[in-house]
């Protein structure tokens, strides 16, 4: 599961087409949806909703992905 309590020690970046996200990295769709990218399978990718469910998208559609922080 996915949530924004999940997301609290990443940093959401400026949006870039889903192919050159990293794999296994939280994204958030133009549509302001939070997956969990997992990779690129050809012209769709395979992602997971917060429920679990799997989520194909485009892999050139443009997303904001997340970085985790950095720690001191």
Same mark, same amino acid.
């Given at each position: 599961?996915?949530?924004?309590?999940?997301?609290?020690?990443?940093?959401? #970046? !400026?949006?870039?087409?889903?192919?050159?996200? !990293? *794999?296994?990295?939280?994204?958030?769709? !133009? &549509? /302001?949806?939070?997956?969990?990218?997992?990779?690129?399978? /050809?012209?769709?990718?395979?992602?997971?909703? @917060? &429920? /679990? &469910? !799997?989520?194909?998208? +485009? @892999?050139?559609? +443009?997303? &904001?992905?997340? *970085? +985790?922080? #950095?720690?001191?």
């Amino acid at each position: 599961m996915l949530s924004e309590i999940d997301l609290k020690d990443w940093i959401e #970046q !400026p949006s870039i087409p889903l192919y050159d996200v !990293p *794999r296994e990295t939280p994204v958030k769709t !133009p &549509n /302001g949806m939070l997956l969990w990218f997992s990779h690129i399978d /050809g012209m769709y990718s395979l992602s997971y909703d @917060a &429920n /679990g &469910n !799997p989520v194909h998208m +485009k @892999a050139w559609v +443009k997303v &904001n992905p997340y *970085r +985790k922080k #950095q720690t001191p």
